[in-house]
């Protein structure tokens, strides 16, 4: 993986009729590089995508691919393929016709596109399906189908929006599999949006944490998991995600901080020896581990995982433990402080 | 468990004929027993008063056939339809593209065109009438501003068709528009942007994806104006009555003449005879043909 900028947005804002879009959006993606936006729906991760595409034009700043500014080119323009949510295939044109039609239109000659084409169904796996409508393929063919499309032509930055998010759980988790192989093999740039936190975590170099409309964190998956810039991120980030308590609840944090602690680094330990005490309030089998969740005045999502099945009756009582070390601690306005 | 399958299927299929027996009824009493009865009146002769009814054949028909009338009729009415069902559907498709576009007073254009469609025929000819009439017409007030000389539209055998034609085509263009948009709007947004990133202009994505996709609509539609071409009759008795000199005649109203003008019910009948045959030989080739090369949704 090269590090040169290969797309680089500078202070993008989008609005409609004075409503919020996005705003201050500020990035800059490396060539060959897999770039998650993740957020909750609305938060402006579609939008974001959609300015980069030229399929919406910013009402402020800026955006460069590949180091021309094409902040009002239009979509064609910008050299680059697209997965929609919906996939966005022709129905009335076979798979064949589907993967071919940008070939067609930018009157790539015939044996040149025949020869891509295979290629393409090749590398997803639809050989043999040439002939077919969209109408008569399965959920994740239709989706190999918009990814074909999308690799066809060889464009070296390629967007997607929540391209899973119409399969079920285990399909999507071998299509995660292998976009990510696809995106390594060919050495393109990918920027993928998704409101699912597995996935941009599993899959993403870096992933761009989104609220509201703006940038909340940007980072490593590595990142976002163990340094959370504020209380939002570290509640999306993780399953489960972090527990947060608020500093009244504990001794030697003043009163108005809030506490952060991951559900890996709590233990439970005999009565009289930890620093809480706590009431169970449901108890999940994992598989490998069991989920306790715990109740606890200032606190919220407080869990601990005990290994294989263990489980614990609703209202018990359970004392536990933490070190100081795990601890991440936010200002009052929900801000990480140093550390 | 046999008798229980049985007594199952019994009372399914009982089901089914009641459903189906008001359609049947009513199209049993409606269409079914006059079309049979117009056939077998189409066989006998016209009955006066020194020579009774008898079964004739298909003499009815050669009479017809000699008839030059009819052939004018007939001529009148193919050009009527080879005109009024391609322009009407361009102008209806073409509005359609733009009334769906992104242009203002969006809803003021779609109610615009709409307007024709909802005047009754006989009120849309007297506007017409209005447009036509020499001297005081609309038509021929604007031709003299630029000092043309006033044209009898409806009066000369050269114009009075054309006229008439006219008439269809303002009439069934915005009906048609409807039903496009109706068809434009299920196309949804993303194939017109997957398209724009793939590099295709305008023309393209209307040529290869929109026309496509119009495709059971466009079909629908020109179904609808073909039989339209030949049951649409209404502003004939307003503006022409067929003539001058059955320029303007067409096959219906002919029918009409024949049976309730001349009186010889025997020809009406043979007539549409002719015209049911040719409409059903059109539907089965819709229904069996086309539609199996249309991409439907
Ligand atoms: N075409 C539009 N017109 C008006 N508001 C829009 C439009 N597209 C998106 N928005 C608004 O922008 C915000 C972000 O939407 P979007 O980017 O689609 O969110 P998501 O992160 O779920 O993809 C939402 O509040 C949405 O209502
Ligand atoms: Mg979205």
Redesign the pocket.
């Known amino acids: 993986m090269t590090t040169s900028t290969f797309v680089k947005l500078d202070g993008i804002a ?1 609005r ?2 004075g ?4 705003e201050g959006i500020t990035l800059d993606i490396p060539e060959g590089s897999f770039t998650a ?1 993740l ?12 300015l980069l595409a030229g399929l ?1 034009l910013p009402d402020e700043g800026q955006i460069l691919i590949d180091g021309k500014d094409v902040t009002t080119s239009a979509a064609s323009d910008r050299n680059l393929s697209m997965v929609f949510q919906s996939y966005a295939l022709f129905p009335h044109l076979s798979v064949a016709e589907n993967v071919m039609f940008g070939l067609k239109v930018r009157r790539v000659p015939k044996q040149e596109r025949l020869e891509k084409l295979h290629r393409a169904l090749e590398i997803t796996g639809l050989l043999g399906y040439e002939g077919r409508k969209p109408g008569e393929l399965s959920g994740g063919q239709r989706q190999r189908v918009a990814l074909a499309r999308a690799i066809v032509a060889g464009q070296r930055l390629c967007l997607m ?2 391209p899973l998010s119409n399969l079920d759980a285990k399909l999507r988790n071998a299509v995660r599999k292998d976009i990510k192989k696809l995106q390594r093999d060919l050495g393109i740039t990918v920027v993928y ?1 998704t ?1 699912d936190q597995t996935e941009a975590m599993s899959m993403a170099d870096t992933v761009v944490l ?1 609220k509201d ?1 703006h940038i909340q964190q940007v980072g490593s998956p590595e990142d976002l998991y163990s340094r959370p810039n504020n209380t939002f991120v570290a509640e999306f980030v993780g399953a489960p995600p972090m527990a947060l308590i608020e500093s009244t609840a504990l001794e030697g944090f003043g009163d108005d901080k809030t506490v952060g602690i991951r559900a890996e680094n709590i233990q439970i330990v005999p009565a009289g020896t930890g620093r809480m005490r706590c009431k169970v309030n449901e108890s999940e089998f994992l598989g490998a581990e069991t989920l306790i969740g715990l109740d606890h005045d200032g606190t919220s999502g407080l869990c601990v995982l005990q290994p294989g099945l263990s489980l614990m009756p609703e209202g018990d009582e359970v004392e536990i433990n933490f070190d100081d070390g795990n601890l991440h601690v936010f200002d009052d306005a929900g801000k990480r402080l140093a550390g | 468990m046999s008798t229980h399958a049985n007594l199952e299927r019994r009372r399914q299929a009982i089901y089914g004929w009641l459903l189906l027996s008001p359609a049947l009824v009513l199209l049993s009493a409606f269409a079914f027993y006059p079309s049979i009865a117009t056939l077998w009146t189409s066989l006998f002769s016209r009955g006066t008063r020194r020579r009774p009814v008898e079964y004739v054949g298909f003499e009815n028909y050669s009479d017809l056939f000699a008839d030059p009338t009819f052939w004018l009729v007939v001529k009148n009415n193919l050009m009527y339809a080879g005109v009024t069902i391609p322009v009407s559907m361009g102008i209806a498709l073409a509005m359609a593209l733009w009334a769906n576009g992104k242009i203002r007073a969006r809803g003021f254009v779609r109610t615009a065109y709409f307007t024709p469609t909802v005047l009754p025929m006989i009120a849309a000819a007297n506007l017409w009438l209005f447009f036509y009439t020499p001297g005081l017409g609309v038509l021929d007030q604007i031709g003299s501003v630029f000092g043309l000389p006033s044209v009898n539209w409806l009066g000369q055998p050269e114009t009075a068709l054309w006229a008439i034609i006219i008439v269809t085509i303002w009439k069934e263009a915005g009906f048609f528009m409807i039903f496009y948009l109706a068809a434009l709007q299920t196309i949804p947004e993303e194939l017109k942007e997957a398209a724009d990133i793939e590099g295709a202009s305008r023309w393209t994505y209307t040529r290869r994806i929109v026309l496509p996709l119009l495709m059971p609509t466009t079909l629908f539609i020109a179904v609808n104006a073909l039989i339209n071409s030949v049951k649409l009759i209404d502003h004939l008795f307003i503006l022409t009555k067929g003539g001058p000199s059955d320029a303007s005649k067409l096959l219906l109203y002919y029918i009409w003449e024949m049976a309730f003008a001349f009186f010889d019910a025997p020809s009406a009948a043979a007539m549409t005879v002719m015209v049911i045959v040719v409409l059903a030989i059109i539907a089965a080739i819709k229904f069996s043909y086309l539609d199996k090369r249309t991409h439907y949704q």
């Open positions: 989008k409609w009729n409503q919020l879009g996005v936006l957020g909750p729906s609305g938060c402006g991760k579609s939008t974001t995508l959609r919406e929006d929540e949006v409101h989104m409309g």
